[in-house]
């Protein structure tokens, strides 16, 4: 999914924002939530709209997930997100800031995974402490011990009340209020 970045006239920029730094956009503006990071061959990090690390393209305005930088479709408009140099020896050629590293050293997985509510790592670490520390459930999540590999310490209040079992205590059926 490609999101366009929100922009700001130089002048607008908000005093926590003035530490960091941003490339120019279209009409001198700049692209809001994204920053230069080291490591990267010129590569950008960004914020995607749904508040996740993104990779900024080429364009200075495209924000792709993560998770779409390597994955056999180019994204960006110039292609950049699937780049030989970029891709050549994943995860080890990608930025920092594209990845993740599992309770287990020799997983990982993109850094839009973390904290999503889906066990991406196998173990949960990307999930729970200690690798992980993430926020507590959202508002469309029910925190409860999963009987759900899929899930970790929370799962989507949709499955609330419909009679099948995805908590051990069975909270998902008698205590959550449901979707």
């Not at 001198?28 to 990267?40: E, N, V, W, Y």
């Not at 990845?99 to 889906?118: F, L, N």
């Not at 992980?132 to 999540?141: E, M, R, S």
Request: glycine share 10%; proline share 8%.
């Amino acid at each position: 999914m490609l999101s366009s970045l929100h922009t700001a006239p130089v002048g607008e920029l908000e005093a926590e924002d003035m530490n960091k730094i941003f490339p120019k956009g279209q009409n001198d503006c700049i692209a809001a939530g994204t920053k230069a990071l080291p490591g990267g061959e010129g590569a950008q990090a960004c914020t995607t709209l749904t508040n996740r690390t993104g990779f900024l393209c080429r364009d200075q305005r495209s924000c792709i997930p993560a998770s779409g930088v390597c994955d056999g479709v180019r994204t960006c408009t110039h292609g950049e997100d699937e780049d030989e140099s970029l891709c050549r020896d994943v995860p080890h050629s990608l930025p920092r800031f594209l990845v993740a590293h599992c309770g287990d050293p020799a997983s990982w997985i993109y850094s839009d995974q973390k904290c999503d509510g889906t066990n991406n790592c196998g173990d949960c670490s990307d999930e729970e402490s200690p690798v992980t520390v993430c926020p507590p459930c959202g508002p469309g999540w029910w925190r409860c011990p999963s009987t759900v590999f899929i899930y970790c310490g929370c799962i989507p209040r949709r499955l609330c009340r419909d009679r099948v079992q995805h908590c051990s205590d069975w909270s998902d059926e008698y205590a959550c209020p449901g979707p």
